[in-house]
């Protein structure tokens, strides 16, 4: 048990379906986090919400759209995904004190873009 | 931006045997120095971080050090054993307000044989 709690764990979708990714932290944090995790390459952070607010997006297509509703929820919703896209994404959560706090990681959503 | 390079890619030991991981940064305002153990379908887990203050960090058979003149830091694990199996990330950020953004190395898969 992380507390960092990813669903689903699979999903395979079409290039022209529109699905979601949900991550919620049961740890406190009013930080959260997505990375994409693809073979042979670092993690990649995508977006970052600190206090609710995107404080973050590292040139992601727009056919990625976060969502962060609460501290304790992060949404990632996908549409017209192209087949680079498929990867692990994971989502973590951080308590932001201005000193920097250890991420904490969900096990992630295995993406597969038929 | 950061740029955080790994080596080994992969490293194989014996166990009971010590394991070296190095990474180096590019950015000499980052300041805080994670390690991640990603084992098979599951998220990274962090085992230790070192902040730029401190040299050396220890717990129990895991070691970091660091040197801010050479923009290098390396994890050392000692006594390895069949569960210390799994691929390890280093990280490197500018601990600031508004979430701790992460650059991430390739990762070095490490195997403890028997």
């Known amino acids: 048990e992380t507390g960092v709690t990813q669903t689903p764990r699979h999903l395979v979708m079409g290039m022209t379906n529109k699905k979601s990714l949900k991550c919620e932290q049961h740890?406190?944090?009013?930080?959260m986090y997505w990375y994409k995790q693809s073979a042979k390459k670092p993690l990649e952070l995508m977006f970052v919400?600190?206090?609710?607010?995107?404080?973050e997006n590292n040139s992601v297509p727009s056919r990625f759209s976060p969502e962060c509703p609460n501290s304790s929820h992060l949404f990632l919703h996908l549409h017209t995904l192209q087949p680079e896209d498929s990867a692990l994404y994971l989502c973590?959560?951080?308590?932001?004190?201005?000193?920097?706090?250890?991420?904490?990681f969900g096990d992630g959503t295995r993406l597969s873009i038929l | 931006g950061e740029n955080v390079e790994q080596h080994p890619s992969t490293l194989s030991v014996q166990e009971g045997d010590s394991a070296v991981i190095k990474c180096t940064y590019s950015?000499?305002?980052?300041?805080?120095f994670p390690w991640y153990k990603q084992e098979l379908g599951k998220g990274p887990q962090l085992i230790i971080d070192?902040?730029?203050?401190?040299g050396e960090k220890k717990d129990q058979r895991i070691a970091v050090t660091l040197n801010k003149t050479a923009k290098h830091f390396s994890l050392h694990i000692t006594e390895t054993q069949p569960e210390d199996s799994a691929v390890y990330f280093c990280?490197?950020?500018?601990?600031?307000?508004?979430?701790?953004?992460?650059?991430f190395g390739t990762g070095t898969q490490l195997k403890v044989e028997l």
């Open positions: 973590a959560s951080s308590q932001e004190e201005g000193r920097g706090q250890p991420q904490h």
């Open positions: 740890l406190g944090h009013n930080a």
């Open positions: 919400y600190s206090l609710e607010e995107r404080v």
């Open positions: 950015d000499s305002a980052s300041n805080y």
């Open positions: 070192i902040r730029s203050n401190v």
């Open positions: 990280a490197a950020s500018i601990l600031t307000g508004g979430g701790n953004k992460l650059t």
